[in-house]
DNA sequence: TTTTGAGTTGTTCGA
DNA sequence: GTCGAACAACTCAAA
């Protein structure tokens, strides 16, 4: 089965899904064997784990063009299902494959199954090779003078800001194609949902893909970095970049992004302290990869210890409420069905939303991890099991625990003339904007001039925010007297 | 070892 | 309307 040129080399993609800038690939193509490049739906990674649903779509599409790219270079991406301990060495042994490459994964389950992997093509002479995933640096290069992983972000961006990242790689040209082997059809996975097809929002907002990814990038530092300090609080404005889906899934790296915003930097001599800002947030990912790399519970348990015994709620209506954006706070709901619309939710009202879950309603940060794995299209488990233990204020690098949003206050400060609750929760449009944020506060005359019925056509509060916050300052007072 | 300064994203209250 | 202080104490990171 080996051709003239060699025993193959089996490229496997992970989230990694792109030609430019991938290590691991470009190691295959240098070598001059010939490649097979491979994706396989694991179905190893445990469940609460696997893709959800908005992820899942999104794998479809950028498995299609991930396809054609590789296509373009002559190769036939190959596609396989199974559990990828027993699937990989078996797929080595089918092709007569002699050499295993991939990009490095983070997370606590793809590393225990790489290592595992890794030992049995060993044992079987097989060479195995990993490559740096998509960091800027990767969790273990970056450590306090005293040799122990920062918990906290501010000495963590210090020791890595100035520190140079390593530059992209180009895309290989032309590849030498190894055999063929019998795949699976991309449609008969089922990452699309049918009955009913949720997904027309998505398909409008997002371009899945490499090519996706780098006119996303071309449009954020063409017209937005220069006013990111500003404008990325406001999800009423187009201001932030748009790109974490695209770097969960690997379609470009942090490292390109990174070099592009200095170079963007250098040559236009643009707005230096917005351009930090933004790779201030790139640091952020990658310290939730190093929380996630030193405590691989993040996802699963409360950082915090004594937090453990905190009088969660269990409230199915409030929950319900809450995911389907229906809480009767319209910056809250606003953003729960933005979510629910596109697979995203702007950053701000991300922590409004939590905030709102976790100590006005106080049901468990993990429901809310839960649904945000379920329907984000950037699902990524270090970022989002950091920042719900952040919002909720157990987490390394929490928020003091007296820190509540105010979803009134913050719907008036961040989407002041409500152009973004009215695009989201369309039924309270009519009222005048000093209501917008709390309708329960207007007249019942203006409520009915805006065809407003209370309870009828928009939720009453689901529960008075005053009231929600002294029950849940109350309830930190208890965890800390617990702790003592 | 001890000390010191500091810590993403907020709210409320009272002057 | 605007401003500063209080909210709590703890732990981290570095000197």
Same mark, same amino acid.
């Given at each position: 089965?080996?051709?003239?040129?060699?025993?193959?080399?089996?490229?496997? &993609?992970?989230?990694?899904?792109?030609?430019?800038?991938?290590?691991?690939?470009?190691?295959?193509?240098?070598?001059?064997?010939?490649?097979?490049?491979?994706?396989?739906?694991?179905?190893?990674?445990?469940?609460?784990?696997?893709?959800?649903?908005? +992820?899942?779509?999104?794998?479809?599409?950028?498995?299609?063009?991930?396809?054609?790219?590789?296509?373009?270079?002559?190769?036939?991406?190959?596609?396989?299902?199974?559990?990828?301990?027993?699937?990989?060495? +078996?797929?080595?042994?089918?092709?007569?494959?002699?050499?295993?490459?991939?990009?490095?994964?983070?997370?606590?389950?793809?590393?225990?199954?790489?290592?595992?992997?890794?030992?049995?093509?060993?044992?079987?002479?097989?060479?195995?090779?990993?490559?740096?995933?998509?960091?800027?640096?990767?969790?273990?290069?970056?450590?306090? *003078?005293?040799?122990?992983?920062?918990?906290?972000?501010?000495? &963590?961006?210090?020791?890595?800001?100035?520190?140079?990242?390593?530059?992209?790689?180009?895309?290989?040209?032309?590849?030498?194609?190894?055999?063929?082997?019998?795949?699976?059809?991309?449609?008969?996975?089922?990452?699309?949902?049918?009955?009913?097809?949720?997904?027309?929002?998505?398909?409008?907002?997002?371009?899945?893909?490499?090519?996706?990814?780098?006119?996303?990038?071309?449009?954020?530092?063409?017209?937005?970095?220069?006013?990111?300090?500003?404008?990325?609080?406001?999800?009423?404005?187009?201001?932030? +970049?748009?790109?974490?889906?695209?770097?969960?899934? *690997?379609?470009?790296?942090?490292?390109?992004?990174?070099?592009?915003?200095?170079?963007?930097?250098?040559?236009?001599?643009? +707005?230096?302290?917005?351009?930090?800002?933004?790779?201030?947030?790139?640091?952020?990912?990658?310290?939730?990869?190093?929380?996630?790399?030193?405590?691989?519970?993040?996802?699963?348990?409360?950082?915090?210890?004594?937090?453990?015994?905190?009088?969660?709620?269990?409230?199915?209506?409030?929950?319900?409420?809450?995911?389907?954006?229906?809480?009767?706070?319209?910056?809250?709901?606003?953003?729960?069905?933005?979510?629910?619309?596109?697979?995203?939710?702007?950053?701000?009202?991300?922590?409004?939303?939590?905030?709102?879950?976790?100590?006005?309603?106080?049901?468990?940060?993990?429901?809310?991890?839960?649904? &945000?794995?379920?329907?984000?299209?950037?699902?990524?488990?270090?970022?989002?099991?950091?920042?719900?233990?952040?919002?909720?204020?157990?987490?390394?690098?929490?928020?003091?625990?007296?820190?509540? &949003?105010?979803?009134?206050?913050?719907?008036?400060?961040?989407?002041?003339?409500?152009?973004?609750?009215?695009?989201?929760?369309?039924?309270?449009?009519?009222?005048?904007?000093?209501?917008?944020?709390?309708?329960?506060?207007?007249?019942?005359?203006?409520?009915?001039?805006?065809?407003?019925?209370? *309870?009828?056509?928009?939720?009453?509060?689901?529960?008075?925010?005053?009231?929600?916050?002294?029950?849940?300052?109350?309830?930190?007072?208890?965890?800390?007297?617990?702790?003592?």
């Amino acid at each position: 089965m080996t051709s003239a040129f060699g025993a193959p080399t089996l490229v496997w &993609f992970r989230q990694d899904l792109r030609l430019s800038d991938n290590p691991a690939l470009r190691a295959a193509a240098e070598r001059g064997a010939p490649i097979v490049p491979l994706y396989l739906l694991d179905e190893e990674t445990p469940g609460d784990w696997r893709p959800g649903g908005a +992820s899942r779509w999104w794998l479809h599409h950028a498995l299609e063009r991930l396809g054609e790219n590789l296509a373009g270079k002559g190769l036939r991406l190959l596609l396989r299902r199974g559990a990828a301990t027993q699937a990989i060495p +078996s797929l080595v042994g089918e092709l007569g494959a002699e050499r295993v490459v991939w990009n490095r994964c983070y997370e606590p389950w793809a590393i225990r199954r790489d290592r595992e992997i890794e030992a049995r093509l060993k044992q079987a002479n097989i060479a195995v090779e990993s490559f740096a995933g998509n960091v800027l640096h990767e969790p273990w290069t970056v450590e306090t *003078g005293a040799g122990k992983p920062y918990s906290v972000y501010t000495p &963590f961006w210090r020791a890595i800001k100035d520190r140079p990242v390593e530059a992209p790689l180009k895309a290989p040209g032309e590849m030498q194609a190894g055999p063929q082997a019998a795949g699976e059809r991309l449609e008969d996975w089922g990452l699309l949902p049918r009955s009913p097809d949720w997904a027309g929002g998505l398909r409008e907002t997002w371009t899945p893909g490499e090519a996706g990814a780098r006119g996303r990038l071309g449009a954020f530092l063409q017209h937005r970095v220069d006013r990111y300090g500003r404008d990325r609080d406001r999800p009423d404005m187009d201001g932030t +970049s748009g790109l974490s889906p695209h770097l969960h899934w *690997g379609e470009i790296t942090a490292r390109q992004v990174w070099h592009a915003t200095q170079r963007h930097l250098a040559d236009t001599g643009g +707005s230096a302290e917005d351009a930090w800002s933004f790779l201030n947030e790139l640091g952020w990912r990658d310290f939730a990869q190093h929380l996630l790399y030193h405590w691989p519970s993040l996802p699963d348990e409360t950082w915090k210890p004594q937090f453990r015994d905190f009088p969660w709620r269990e409230d199915a209506r409030a929950y319900r409420a809450w995911c389907r954006g229906q809480t009767g706070y319209p910056i809250v709901d606003a953003g729960m069905r933005q979510l629910y619309a596109i697979g995203w939710m702007h950053n701000r009202v991300r922590m409004i939303v939590g905030s709102f879950l976790v100590k006005d309603l106080m049901i468990h940060w993990r429901e809310g991890e839960r649904w &945000f794995w379920d329907t984000l299209v950037d699902a990524d488990a270090a970022s989002n099991a950091s920042q719900w233990q952040w919002v909720a204020g157990c987490g390394a690098d929490a928020a003091p625990y007296f820190r509540i &949003f105010n979803p009134v206050t913050q719907g008036e400060k961040f989407d002041p003339s409500g152009a973004y609750v009215r695009k989201w929760v369309p039924e309270i449009a009519q009222l005048p904007d000093r209501f917008l944020h709390k309708p329960w506060e207007a007249p019942a005359q203006v409520l009915q001039r805006a065809g407003v019925e209370l *309870g009828v056509t928009y939720p009453r509060p689901l529960v008075d925010h005053k009231e929600a916050r002294r029950a849940a300052l109350a309830a930190f007072e208890g965890v800390k007297k617990g702790a003592a």
